[in-house]
Structures are given as C-alpha cells and as structure tokens.
C-alpha cells in the first residue's frame, strides 16, 4: 500500500501533465511513482528530464539492454515494482523471451555478448551494498564499452537506484501492464508484494 497516493493525471499541472507522457512512449504508462512526485513538480520535471536524458542512446547500449540493466539492478535491490516496468520496458524495445528467461544465468547464456555480460557483472556489483565493483569490472567494462558507453551504463545504474529507494520505501503501487510482464516473465515466485 502507498504512503502516499499519486496524482490523477488531471491533478498534474498541465505543463507537467504534458511532460511527463514521455512515460507513455516505452512503458504506456504514466508511472505512480512519477505521478507521486508530481505533487512537488519540480521533483517530477528533474526526474523526468534525468530519466530522458539517461535513457537517450548515443553509443552502442541500446534501448532495450539499458532496460535490463535496469532490471538487473533491481533484482539485486528487490523492489518488484521496478522490476516489472524494466521487463515491460525491455519488452517494448524488442527484447526476446530468451533474453529476458536467461537473465538470471546471463554469464553462461549465449544471448548475451560478452560486452553486455561485462556490463551486467558491472551492474550486479553496482547495486550491491556495499558496493560490489571492483578493477575487474572496470577493466572488462573498458575491454568492451567506450568511456561515454560506460557512463551510459552507469547513469542507467544509478537511475534505478533511485528509483528503487523511492519505489519501495514509498511503497508504489504497480499498474496493470507492468504487473502483467511481471507475471509474464518473472515466474511464479514473483509477486506484486508491497505495490499491489
């Protein structure tokens, strides 16, 4: 249950209103989270333009890999309201099944490529408290990744770290579409917990 319920749409200043339907566009919704701090708006309208400018791709990380690095980092931190809009995300870019099915074993996986699997070893040890990265990482990250590609990956990174604090300390409440990719491809051990 919330602590705080979102806005309406209708409830969100109209200049706002219009900005954040960004959302629209990768996830057909406008989040609860994003609609909650639209009660400061100037909270909403940062945010909105960090996760523009954060999930815009210049380099090689593509639309979809930065949606799952998103749900990586939200597998370690456990909030399943993330979860889910990162696999509807991922889904709406064009991600496979057999992607999102092997998440979980990517290391071993063969539909990932060694650079993806250097970026997802990053983002598994970035989300770890403490933090996990070490000159290993950095190393494999550079081996694959550009400077400007690694900082892409890491504003991704740090994105859903905010995102799953705000999430689950604010206990959101999921929308239909997410809790449907969530039930889709996170299997019968998942569940909407605290955001139903």
Request: glycine share 8%; aromatic share 10%; charged share 25%.
């Amino acid at each position: 249950m919330p602590i705080i319920d979102p806005l309406e749409e209708d409830q969100i200043e109209p200049a706002l209103r219009e900005h954040v339907q960004f959302f629209k566009g990768p996830l057909g919704v406008v989040p609860n989270s994003v609609r909650t701090m639209a009660r400061r708006p100037d909270i909403a309208r940062a945010f909105t333009d960090l996760n523009i400018a954060v999930m815009e791709c210049a380099g090689k990380v593509t639309p979809e890999f930065k949606r799952l690095i998103g749900f990586a980092t939200s597998m370690v931190s456990g909030c399943r309201y993330c979860q889910a809009h990162t696999v509807l995300g991922s889904e709406r870019f064009g991600t496979t099944e057999e992607r999102l099915n092997s998440i979980f074993d990517y290391a071993r996986s063969p539909h990932f490529t060694p650079a993806e699997k250097a970026a997802l070893d990053f983002a598994f040890a970035a989300a770890e408290i403490p933090n996990g990265v070490t000159d290993e990482h950095a190393e494999k990250l550079r081996a694959h990744w550009s400077d400007e590609d690694i900082v892409e990956i890491m504003g991704v990174i740090g994105l859903f770290g905010f995102l799953n604090r705000w999430n689950d300390s604010m206990g959101s409440a999921l929308e239909d579409l997410p809790i449907q990719a969530g039930k889709k491809y996170l299997g019968s051990s998942w569940s909407v917990g605290k955001h139903g």
